[in-house]
């Protein structure tokens, strides 16, 4: 089981600039993909990007593409997410999880407790 700690949300004018960060530990964490998701107020869950466990492969849903950024240090055990040019409707609570990274993204761990990221306009 991988333990997850999320952090570096906050409050951010439109255009600006977060990163969040993911702490992971437990058995075999530096090996598994990991992805990030968000979950806006009334909205499902979403994915917004993924990671393969080397760090060579990525993928972003369409409208974080070119703004969000997925990267890894398993030096670190920490993944992390650069998010730029923020727009108010990527207001929401931010996950991150292991994934199945080529088997649909299936969930393999269980969720932390989040990071809340605020965009103001």
């Known amino acids: 089981q991988v333990q997850l700690v999320e952090s570096g949300g906050g409050l951010v004018q439109a255009g600006g600039s977060l990163r969040l960060s993911c702490a992971t530990s437990?058995?075999?964490?530096?090996?598994?993909?990991m992805a990030w998701f968000r979950q806006a107020p009334g909205k499902e869950r979403e994915r917004v990007a993924a990671?393969?466990?080397?760090?060579?492969?990525?993928s972003y849903t369409d409208s974080v593409k070119g703004r969000f950024t997925i990267s890894r240090d398993n030096a670190k055990n920490t993944v992390y997410l650069q998010m730029n040019s923020l727009k108010p409707e990527d207001t929401a609570v931010y996950y991150c999880?292991?994934?199945?990274?080529?088997?649909?993204?299936?969930?393999?761990?269980?969720w932390g407790q989040g990071t809340q990221v605020t965009v103001s306009s």
């Open positions: 999880n292991a994934v199945d990274y080529y088997g649909n993204y299936r969930l393999l761990g269980s």
């Open positions: 437990g058995r075999t964490r530096s090996n598994r993909s």
């Open positions: 990671i393969t466990w080397d760090g060579l492969t990525t």
